[in-house]
Every structure is written in C-alpha cells, then in structure tokens.
Nanobody, 126 residues
Framework: QVQLVESGGGLVQAGGSLRLSCAAS????????MGWFRQAPGKEREFVAA???????????DYADSVKGRFTISRDNAEKTVYLQTNSLKPEDTAVYYC????????????????WGQGTQVTVSS
C-alpha cells in the first residue's frame, strides 16, 4: 500500500513562493511517475506537473502551460519525496494541491495515477 503525505502549503502574497513536499511510503519510488495536481473550488482537478522516469538516473519533467517557467518539480529518491517549488505565485494558483503516484507512462490525466495524497491548501492573496 502506498501512502502519500503532502506538506508546505499556506497563505502567501502574490509574487511569493512556496515549496510543497510529498513524502511517499510503500512500493519502490524510483521508477514511478510522480505528479502534482490542483483543484480550486467549483473546478475540476487539473494537472500541474509530472516527473517521469526515463531510464537509469534520468527523469523528464512536464508542466501545465499555466505554470511553466514558475513551478519546478523534483524528487529525492533516497528520501522518497517529491517537491514542487512554486514561484511568482498568482491568485489564480489558489487551490488544494495534490500529490499522486502513477505508472511509468503516467502523464497529465488524473486517471493515470493510482495513489493520491490528502492535499495541501495553497492560498495566494492579491
């Protein structure tokens, strides 16, 4: 059984930064895709970023257009933790942010992910 626990959310002013963390336990972490999604009130859950294993020690990062250049996804395999560094935050980034784990080919669809964390709230004030 995989457990994912997010942390690092909070209230920040527009232009500020937060570093979200997601600690995983359970199955081998190294070769699985780790993703971040977010859901604002009244909206569907949307893709933010994914970190996909490309073989050996190589990983590929993919981002939603809305966060490209502002957010960075990374992982620490020894700590079984994935991070989302969020910079230049905007009020429209306000949402609950979820960490998810999927197979090696998981992409931007929530349906491709098997396990989810409980979420961490990010609120950006204008």
């Amino acid at each position: 059984q995989v457990q994912l626990v997010e942390s690092g959310g909070g209230l920040v002013q527009a232009g500020g930064s937060l570093r979200l963390s997601c600690a995983a336990s359970g199955r081998t972490f190294t070769t699985y895709t780790m993703g971040w999604f977010r859901q604002a009130p009244g909206k569907e859950r949307e893709f933010v970023a994914a970190h996909r294993w490309s073989g050996g020690n190589l990983y590929y990062a993919d981002y939603a257009d809305s966060v490209k250049g502002r957010f960075t996804i990374s992982r620490d395999n020894a700590e079984k933790t994935v991070y989302l560094q969020t910079n230049s935050l905007k009020p429209e980034d306000t949402a609950v942010y979820y960490c998810a784990q999927g197979g090696s080919i998981a992409g931007s669809s929530p349906r491709q992910y098997d396990y989810w964390g409980q979420g961490t709230q990010v609120t950006v004030s204008s």
